[in-house]
C-alpha cells in the first residue's frame, strides 16, 4: 500500500494488488501503519464508475441509506467529495489516473477517477469546483496526490483521442509525445501518440490555484509495475482484471 502526506488529519492511500478494493484487508493495513485507528473505522465504500464526470457529495444522511440505494446513486460516478470522518472512501483504477484532493482548512476531500474520457471531460476540475461551492474550498491551501497510474511512455492512444482533447482546448503539445508503436512482433518505423494523463490532471489542479510544490505525483507506471493491476497488460476479451483503489480516511 502507498500511503501520502497529505495532512496530520487525513490517512491517504493506494492499495496493489494484494489488497486491491477489500475493505477488511484495506482497513487491516491502514491501521497497522495507524494503530489509533483501530475500531474507529466504520465502514467503507466507492462508486461503480463508467468513465464520466460526475461528482457525487457523500454526507452523514446518504451514508445512513440503505445499501441497495446508496448502489443506485453511486452509480456512474467518477469523483466523490466528502467531510465525513472516519469512513473510508475511494476510487478503483487499473491503469486509470487516480487523484486525491485534501483540503486541510474544512477538512473535505476529494477521490477522483481520471481516466482519459474523465480527463478530456475535465473532472479533475470539476470535483475541485463541487469542494469550492460545497466546502467553500480555497485551492490555493489544498493538497493534492496523483496516484499510480499508466505512464507516458506507455499509453500509446489513436489520433481520435488526440483529438479529442485538442477539440477540448487541451495543449495537446505539451503533454503528449510520438513513439514506436508498441507490443508489434517486427521493428517499425510507425509512430504513435502517447498521452501524459498524469500532468495533463496535474495542470487541471494548477489551473485552479492548487501550488505546484503542494501537488505529488506517484512516478509508479501501472502497466509496467506488477504490483498493480494494469487493464492494458492483463484485460483480454472476457477476462478481467481486478482494480486497486486510492483513497482517504478523514480523521
Not at 67 to 83: F, H, P, Q, T, Y
Not at 97 to 118: F, N, S
Not at 149 to 155: D, N, R, Y
Amino acid at each position: 500500500m502507498e500511503l501520502y502526506n497529505l495532512g496530520k488529519d487525513i490517512v491517504a492511500f493506494t492499495t496493489d494488488r494484494t489488497q486491491g478494493r477489500d475493505m477488511d484487508k484495506i482497513r487491516e493495513t491502514i491501521t497497522g501503519h495507524h494503530p489509533a485507528l483501530l475500531g474507529r473505522i466504520k465502514s467503507g465504500l466507492y462508486p461503480h464508475q463508467t468513465h464520466t464526470d460526475h461528482v457525487f457529495h457523500i454526507t452523514e444522511e446518504f451514508l445512513a441509506l440503505p445499501e441497495e440505494e446508496r448502489k443506485v446513486r453511486l452509480e456512474g460516478i467518477d469523483a466523490i467529495i466528502s467531510n465525513v470522518k472516519d469512513v473510508i472512501f475511494g476510487i478503483s483504477t487499473a491503469d486509470c489516473i487516480p487523484v486525491l484532493v485534501y483540503d486541510p482548512e474544512h477538512h473535505a476531500a476529494a477521490a477522483i477517477h481520471a481516466g482519459w474520457k474523465g480527463t478530456v471531460k475535465r473532472i479533475v476540475e470539476k470535483a475541485l469546483r463541487k469542494m469550492q461551492d460545497t466546502f467553500e474550498t480555497n485551492p490555493a491551501k489544498c493538497v493534492a496526490v496523483i496516484g499510480p497510474g499508466i505512464s507516458l511512455e506507455s499509453f500509446e492512444v489513436g489520433d481520435e483521442v488526440g483529438e479529442a482533447f485538442i477539440n477540448e482546448g487541451f495543449e495537446i503539445e505539451r503533454v503528449s509525445r510520438r513513439f514506436p508503436k508498441m507490443n508489434v512482433c517486427q521493428p517499425t518505423d510507425e509512430k504513435r501518440l502517447h498521452l501524459d494523463l498524469k500532468e495533463i490532471n496535474r495542470r487541471q489542479l494548477l489551473s485552479l490555484g492548487v501550488s505546484a510544490e503542494n501537488i505529488e505525483v506517484s512516478l509508479i507506471d501501472t502497466y509496467t509495475d506488477e504490483r498493480f493491476f494494469s487493464a492494458r497488460r492483463e484485460q483480454k476479451g472476457d477476462v478481467k482484471c481486478g482494480r486497486i483503489l486510492s483513497g482517504f480516511i478523514i480523521l
